[in-house]
């Protein structure tokens, strides 16, 4: 009877070692969820990933533009803008969560501005977006290029075994 109460406590501490693991794992993805810019931490609470405050529509804002950026495959002309960017998307994410703590009543002005700056950033994510496809070439372009090879391809063919 002994050794049974035994390998229960063990299962049981096991499945509780288990149980603290699947939590720590899952705050910890939620944390990285809810990063502006990856691979640098937020402060902004895990309850901005579905609040509906003001504030945590903004920091949604900002990460879905941080997600963009990192979709890019910044040319070189563009990666200081995309590294400007990120650094500002940080900083207004940081300024952001300040604001958030501070009394209803002097939030207001703050949070005009800052509305202000996350569109700003917005716009310029779209523009750095739209001027990486301008460099990238049109369907069309791609299309010729590749009209091009095959024509090559079938001349090299029709010369016969080097």
């Given amino acids: 009877m002994g050794d ?14 288990l149980a603290i693991m ?9 944390n990285r969820h809810n990063r502006v810019v ?12 579905a ?5 945590a529509q903004l920091h949604r804002r900002l990460r879905a533009a941080g997600r963009r950026l990192e979709l890019l495959a910044a040319s070189e002309s563009l990666v200081e803008v995309v590294g400007r960017l990120r650094s500002e998307l940080v900083e207004v994410d940081t300024h952001l969560v300040t604001v958030s703590r501070r ?3 002097s939030r207001r002005q703050d949070r005009r501005e800052l509305t202000k700056q996350v569109s700003e950033i917005e716009d310029l994510v779209r523009r750095v977006e ?19 090879l095959e024509a090559a391809d079938e001349e090299l063919r029709g010369l016969g075994p080097g």
């Fill in 130 to 148: 739209e001027r990486e496809r301008s460099q990238a070439g049109s369907l069309n372009d791609l299309s010729d290029r590749l009209d091009m």
């Fill in 4 to 17: 049974f109460f035994v390998g229960l406590i063990i299962v049981l501490g096991v499945l509780a070692v």
């Fill in 38 to 49: 990856s691979g640098t931490r937020s402060a902004a609470p895990s309850s901005w990933l």
């Fill in 22 to 30: 699947a939590v720590v794992g899952a705050q910890m993805a939620l």
């Fill in 103 to 105: 009394p209803a009543s």
């Fill in 51 to 55: 609040s509906p405050r003001p504030e």
